[in-house]
């Protein structure tokens, strides 16, 4: 058959296709590599054995392409499959039959589904464990004011009034008792205890230590990531660092510091805190920190 020629109609669709073929010489496994249709479709095809197809967009679909590359007239070997098959309202347009559509595997679902979570897990590294703000640790309880109470003074027995007094006139007796409670209120004043004033506080007890002999440590008030390097480059920590969790600082030679909430991480000198290591969320990739210099804070 010559090139666009026309198949008779006494002529099945199958041995149309496989005498064009087999008049080019070919076998089937060589139009389906160079098709990219498997073999067994391209032998129902030749067997008029369309049951054995996906469906008929996809035998439409192989009927044009395998037609089309033998230099057969397409249009009306589809026409005649329609009648074939009874699909008189099918269109003629379907999906590129050109590679098979194979199912997703299972173990191709697993590895979709354990990536999705880990960069799930490493967004949530990045956002510094948002959750973790209501374990917030409370360093010290709300100082409470100190009032000043008047010690209950002891009531002195009244000594009798002298007989002049029971005649006195109304506005000496008034003035009498005005002025004992003047005097009652002068000796109740008087015996107020004094708040004490000579309470040491922490700063003082941290300048008696000398800076090499003080406990220095940074120490997390809530969850993040956080690296320490020596002053020599070596990694010494490099982990997520829990609520409570510290790091002694001991080498007087200093550190670098990288973290990803450097509001999240505190500075202790003697377990007193003297301060955050900086802003809430705030992103640190190499802070040099010093003994010495945290021990001056503390000061």
Known sequence: MVDGETATASEKIGDVLRDARETS????????????????????????DFERLPGSVYAIGFIRTYATHLGLNAGELIE????AVAVP???????????????????????????????V???????????????TRITAAPSQPVEAVARPTNPKPKASAPSSVETA???????????QQD????????????????ATPAAAAIAAVPVEDADIEIRASRRTWMRIESAQGQVLFSSIIRQGEGFKLE???????????AGALEFFVNDNAVGAVGRRGQILT???????AIFAKSR
Not at 80 to 83: D, F, H, I, L, T
Not at 102 to 111: Q, R
Not at 169 to 179: G, I, N, T, Y
Not at 286 to 292: F, N, T, V, Y
């Open 80 to 83: 005649r499959y329609k009648a």
């Open 25 to 48: 010489g070919a076998s089937l496994d060589d139009i389906s590599a160079l098709l990219k249709i498997r073999s067994d479709h391209l032998q129902a095809l030749e067997n008029d």
């Open 89 to 119: 309202h099918l269109e003629d347009q379907g999906p590129n039959p050109q590679t098979d559509v194979e199912p997703i595997s299972g173990a191709l679902k697993i590895a979709i589904g354990v990536m999705a979570v880990f960069v």
């Open 251 to 261: 080498s007087p030679d200093g550190y670098t510091l990288a973290t990803r909430d």
């Open 169 to 179: 006139s109304p506005s000496a007796a008034s003035d009498a008792a005005k002025a």
């Open 286 to 292: 190499a802070r040099k920190i010093e003994r010495a």
């Open 183 to 198: 005097t009652q209120a002068t000796v109740e004043i008087s015996e107020i205890e004094p708040l004490d004033t000579q």
């Open 121 to 135: 897990y490493i967004l949530w590294l990045i956002a510094g464990g948002a959750g973790d703000d209501k374990n």
